[in-house]
């Protein structure tokens, strides 16, 4: 296993037991996450929002990593996020209160590691499969009729 492999695997962990200031410690100073699935980009602390919105609303989240393809600095993570929505999930849409739904949502992460840090981390995870399973598609329902 290669020396960025081990460290990513050991950032999962970190995000695991909701340890958001060793989150943002394993980025580089310029470093960036952002979230493919609404467009948004966070730097510097902001790179804890994510996690902090996903324990918030899925207190039982649990990253569970299929997958992982090291080439040089680059890892790539085929992994499912799955958890029960027992809080708020803060969307760039609104708030999506509690429904007490359980997701199991594909999600495939990219990541680049500089020195021993993460410089950018791409997340992917399925927006479409995210909101069926919480059962909040209905107005994209409504308008494909």
């Not at 085929?78 to 708030?95: C, I, K």
Request: aromatic share 10%; charged share 20%.
């Amino acid at each position: 296993m290669s020396d960025n492999e081990k460290f990513i695997r050991a950032a999962y962990q970190v995000a695991e037991v909701q340890d958001i200031p060793g989150w943002v410690a394993c980025f580089t100073e310029d470093g960036t996450f952002t979230d493919q699935s609404v467009g948004v980009t966070y730097r510097g602390q902001d790179v804890a929002q994510p996690v902090e919105n996903y324990a918030e609303a899925f207190p039982d989240m649990h990253r569970e990593l299929y997958d992982v393809y090291v080439q040089g600095d680059v890892v790539i993570v085929e992994l499912s996020l799955n958890g029960t929505h027992d809080g708020p999930l803060r969307t760039p849409f609104g708030v999506i209160a509690p429904t007490g739904k359980t997701i199991k949502v594909p999600c495939c992460d990219v990541f680049r590691v500089r020195d021993g840090k993460i410089a950018s981390f791409n997340c992917y995870p399925s927006g479409t499969v995210l909101f069926g399973q919480l059962g909040v598609l209905g107005a994209l329902q409504a308008a494909a009729r």
